[in-house]
């Protein structure tokens, strides 16, 4: 009698269990991992870039603040705290901010007319919370920002530091928001419900944070140069309105590019962060 071999087909349930267990264990690592676990510098380049490319995705969808899904004047922006007062979490908390009015409070103005982003129907929300850089990792502000300085002097004056250009269209300044700032900032206070820069009382605690815009094509929407300069070192409040990043060297700081089309390269490279323009 000829024995044959029958050639095995397929997983029996076990297996595929086991594969099931595995890939839930390897996802939970992964997803588990928040910006504040650590990873220092790489670890915080990864973060932004990965929030910078989440605000492109919505400015590319034409997501709004609006429950309509129509909305109109959209602006998308990541956000960086700038109080001193704030140790725990000044340079170090982001958060993405997309403003706009939808179409169902639009009434009969005309869309080209609005420019003032901080009165009603002009609306902010975050769709995510606030976040925070890995431990250790720490914004540098641009050199106008005299209100942090860092412990260990760079050799050039005003390099390595963070350069944001004012908006390139013609957003309105007012007492909330100034788009024509080097570095623009605005006050806000993360809300996952649309609100009016100017409804957002003390008990919103709102805060100013300077930011980067993309246009509704997803495309930088600053003039000049954008660089976004990380540090490894620790923020310490020195006075009110007042605080110092201490550095325990002058090597130890990385970068991300915002390209014109939108999205974002990094670099590690001293003589692209040396660059003051």
């Known amino acids: 009698m000829t024995v044959r071999s029958i050639a095995r ?3 029996t349930l076990i297996e595929l269990l086991v594969v099931i267990a595995i890939i839930l ?3 939970s690592l992964f997803l588990g991992l928040s910006a504040g676990d650590g990873g220092g510098l790489p670890a915080g380049q990864r973060v932004i870039a990965s929030s910078v490319r989440t605000v492109r995705a919505m400015a590319l969808m034409n997501r709004g603040p ?3 899904g129509i909305t109109y004047a959209n602006r998308y922006r990541l956000l960086i705290l700038n109080d001193p007062d704030d140790e725990a979490n000044h340079l170090r908390q982001f958060v993405l901010a997309v403003g706009g009015v939808s179409s169902a409070e639009l009434g009969s103005a005309d869309p080209a007319t609005i ?4 009165v009603a129907p002009y609306k902010w929300f975050s769709p995510e919370p606030a976040q925070l850089l890995p431990a250790g990792v720490v914004f540098v502000p641009p050199a ?3 209100g942090t300085v860092l412990s260990i002097p760079i050799t050039t004056a005003n390099t390595r530091r963070s350069i944001i250009g004012p908006l390139a269209d013609d957003a309105s300044t007012n007492a909330t928001d100034s788009p024509s700032s080097t570095p623009p900032w605005m006050i806000y206070a993360p809300t996952n419900q649309p609100m009016a820069l100017g409804a957002m009382s003390a008990d919103f605690n709102p805060k100013k944070w300077f930011y980067i815009e993309l246009q509704g094509t ?3 929407n600053h003039l000049g140069r954008v660089l976004l300069v990380l540090a490894s070192g620790v923020v310490r409040n020195t006075g009110p309105a007042k605080a110092m990043i201490d550095l325990p060297s002058e ?11 939108g999205d974002v390269s990094m670099t590690l490279d001293a003589d692209e962060m040396d660059k003051a323009k």
């Open 9 to 11: 087909r397929g997983f």
């Open 25 to 27: 264990l390897i996802s």
């Open 66 to 68: 609006g429950t309509t």
């Open 115 to 118: 420019t003032n982003t901080s």
């Open 144 to 146: 106008s920002d005299t």
């Open 218 to 220: 997803g495309a930088s």
């Open 251 to 261: 090597i130890q700081f990385a970068a991300l590019s915002l390209r014109p089309n």
